[in-house]
């Protein structure tokens, strides 16, 4: 929306809202510690109102599979399998199994537990979506952290006990299956000492494939221009574990769309990523827990007027970088200006104060920066300004914060930058089991010259709630999968 503002004008919008590790092939040395044909040495450890029973079940991957049944009736708690085992940990290793549910999101755990009972290590997956076909899962040596105990840290040398832990998410019930549950012991991990070599379908002079892969980005590989498909493919000599990659276009040289793929040997190919309306500048490539040996950039044959592309540096990021998507993001916004993210993407604390109608379940969120999460664990409408050719950040503007009439459940961010001043004010309002959020938002020119700002209100796939966040609900990142818009 833009529009001029004389001064001492305002302009409001309102808009009402409803309120309401990947599988990979395991070495030969895997060994498999239980197949559950049987629910031999397993034992059901509920907590106090909650349901559990496990059994075998005749629909397993090959053969039974186990079966875990819970309840939490409607509220918190955990439902956990455990039985004993008696491995020795090398120095790195995996665990895998199958998992299968129907059941609502909830939280997965496990843990592995030395001989005093009391020393916890685990994987905590928060709201996990079980998928309801079969899927292997490997869980790494670096998957796995201390959780508690009176050691306070180090690593697991023997592993006495494990335990499959369900954890109220949503509080629902259902049913999960696990199969094939397997360990098997890894080399050490080494970092990539290697050289990488690159090569491309074409390439002009002074601007040779090496040149997108040598630390610097004042040289590039630029292709050849013509109207068809071309290839920038990168081999590491060896296969190696990354977390992604950053691709560095030159100026006016990207591709409007591409797709990458990985290889094992440079013959056979797999789409990893596909990127669709790049505009250019610094790619982030998304690649939790990959391993090849070859990376690829594939660029479709140009539909209109012969292109040339050209890279100035593809880089591979650490595995580490993207072990969630969280981390992934937190590294992103430490490379874009400041405001582009969300403030506790950069580490830094970002206070927020609830919206809801009293009573109600459904409750909304606004922050000091003036972001709004409509609805726990959901998306943020975040609001920018552009005046002239400069985008306005809550990172440009002085914020204060206020209550109407100082102690009303109404909370207003008003942002301040120069000449102008943006409020943002919600609220909550009708029945309980149908309550609607509100947001407005007004923009004030406070000064003596007419100005044209426009008014962005994105819709971010990052939360209110803080990245750190991680009891009930896992804070930060926010999935959208489906975006539509009602003009009644």
Known sequence: MSFSLPALCATVA???????????ALPSSARLLDGFESTEGWSAHPSDGVSLVISADSTGVHGHALRLDFDFHGHGGYAIARKKFDVALPENYAFSYRIRGQAPAENFEVKLIDSTGDNVWWNNAVNVRFPEEWKQMTLKKRHITFAWGPRGGGELAHLASLELSI????????????????????????????????????????????????????TSWMSETSASAESYSVDFGSSREYGGATIDWARGAAPASYVINVSADGAKWDSAYA??????????????????????????????????YAIRQLSVIPVEWSATRNAFFAHVAASAPAGSYPKYLGGKQSYWTVVGVDGDDAEALINEQGAIEPHAGGFSLEPFLRVGGKLVTWHDAKQTQSLARGYLPIPSV?????????????????PLDSSSLYARYRVTNMGKATARPTLYLAVRPFQVNPSWQFLATQGGDAPLRHIAWDQS
Do not use: C
């Open 14 to 24: 309102t808009i009402v809202l409803s309120a309401g590790a990947s599988a990979q």
């Open 167 to 218: 954890t109220a998410g949503s509080g629902g019930k259902g049913t999960v299956w696990l199969d094939a549950l397997t360990f098997t012991p890894l080399e050490p991990v080494h970092s990539y000492k290697g050289t990488p070599v690159a090569i491309a379908t074409s390439f002009v002079a002074g601007h040779a494939p090496a040149m997108g892969v040598d630390g610097k980005t004042s």
């Open 414 to 430: 008003t942002w301040t930058a120069g000449a102008l001043r943006l409020e943002v004010t919600t609220f909550a309002a009708g």
């Open 275 to 308: 990127v669709v309306g790049s505009n250019g500048g610094r790619d982030w490539i998304y690649l939790p827990e990959m391993e090849s040996r070859w990376l690829r950039v594939r660029i479709p044959a140009s539909a209109s007027a012969p292109r040339a």
